[in-house]
């Protein structure tokens, strides 16, 4: 009619793009309800993004109230994850800022900006703080012949920083 009736618009949607609903036969208003299904939105959004290889860097929480209004919370990441618990409880801070009114039809998450996730798990600086002094040099030095030499001066310092601090302990 000419500008008198809205018209639907369907934007054109990259493949990439994940997005998970749940609409429900009542509506919802209360925070925890809110939670737990936020949390099981989350679940299934991390499961279609890893079938994907996709970590999420940005994502929408649409809620939809029953009066027609939409309101829209967005969690972002400096890194791609897709660790349920992470995004889970990222979400969960934001939860308060929700004004359910009368209640919730209909809740989303979307992730707006993915990226690829490797699958494999990179080496923690936990781990190479947690070995011995002697193993990282052992690898250090080990193409140069000095091994030993260095080993053994290394050792002595290790003693040396021992007996000072040990000594500094006892004096306190």
Not at 31 to 53: F, M, N, S
């Amino acid at each position: 009619m000419l500008g008198r009736l809205a018209e639907s618009i369907d934007p054109i949607r990259s493949p990439e793009f994940v997005e998970v609903h749940r609409s429900f036969a009542e509506p919802i208003g209360a925070p925890e309800t809110i939670a737990k299904y936020v949390a099981q939105l989350v679940r299934r959004l991390c499961h279609a993004l890893q079938a994907k290889g996709l970590g999420v860097r940005r994502t929408d929480l649409i809620v939809h109230r029953v009066d027609n209004t939409v309101l829209a919370l967005r969690a972002g990441t400096a890194k791609p994850v897709r660790d349920i618990r992470r995004l889970t409880k990222l979400l969960h801070d934001r939860i308060e800022r929700i004004d359910a009114g009368f209640g919730l039809e209909k809740l989303s998450l979307a992730a707006i900006m993915v990226e690829p996730l490797d699958e494999r798990q990179r080496r923690s600086t936990i781990s190479l703080a947690s070995r011995t002094p002697r193993r990282v040099m052992q690898r250090r030095w080990a193409s140069t012949g000095e091994v030993e030499d260095q080993l053994k001066e290394l050792d002595r310092n290790i003693r040396a920083w021992i007996e000072k601090y040990a000594d500094a302990a006892r004096a306190k």
